[in-house]
């Protein structure tokens, strides 16, 4: 069984193929089981299930340093933080002229 690939958001992977851009550089943007691409050229995104990166990886460019791992956990907005949906809204009153 091969061994699995980690990922990191930050991670910059080098892809066996080109973008139609021409790039084959891609920054990691979303981890799961489908990975978040973006593409370094053109800013083009892309989600790939993490089985068809693994195969399609030739390698890592730059690998997220200790900093950028540890501080990805703390940009997730909490509860309050989050924007409101529309029926969390203060409502307000329309007036008529």
Do not use: N
């Not at 958001?9 to 084959?24: A, E, N």
């Not at 990691?28 to 399609?56: F, K, N, Y």
């Not at 340093?65 to 969390?88: L, N």
């Amino acid at each position: 069984m091969p061994a699995i690939v980690e990922f990191h958001l930050g991670d910059v992977v080098r892809l066996r193929k080109p973008h139609p851009c021409g790039s084959y550089e891609w920054r990691v943007v979303r981890l799961g089981a489908d990975i978040g691409l973006q593409c370094q050229r053109c800013d083009h995104r892309i989600l790939l299930p993490r089985s068809t990166l693994e195969r399609r990886l030739k390698g890592f460019v730059q690998k997220a340093g200790p900093e950028q791992v540890a501080g990805a956990e703390d940009k997730i907005p909490t509860k309050d933080e989050r924007p409101k949906t529309k029926d969390e809204r203060p409502r307000t009153k329309k007036t008529t002229d």
